[in-house]
């Protein structure tokens, strides 16, 4: 059995509705990035480690040995990142004889809800800060 890895896994599953919703997933604002930064992850699980930082750098005379400081290691804390999804299950017939072009926007719904997803988890940093 060989193993597959993950961007494999995606890349052989894809369909080209995810072509367009990923197309439409520009369309649509994020109106959190005013005041969050978004960054890319390259790992699933990730942890931090803070260490001290250094004291001011004091006065050394020529020929004089340097003063030393050292580093204070503080506390660890992992962050894992969370997944969201949403699929929708039609009958081939369904969408065959479609008279009224019900699933003509579906790629487009289905982003504009991914859309909603990001700016509720970005805002939430404004709507739980007081409890």
Known sequence: ??????????????LGITRVFEDELQMHERTYTAFLREETVSRWFDTEWLVSGLGIMPEKGIGAAFNTDRLIKGPTKQHALQ????????????????????????????????????????HAVLNNSFS
């Open 1 to 14: 059995m060989a193993n597959m890895e993950f961007q494999q896994y995606l890349e052989d599953f894809s």
């Open 83 to 122: 997944a969201w999804g949403l699929s929708v299950s039609i009958d081939y017939e369904a969408i065959e004889f479609d008279i009224y072009g019900i699933f003509k926007g579906l790629p487009e719904e289905l982003a504009r809800s991914s859309t909603d997803r990001y700016n509720v988890v970005g």
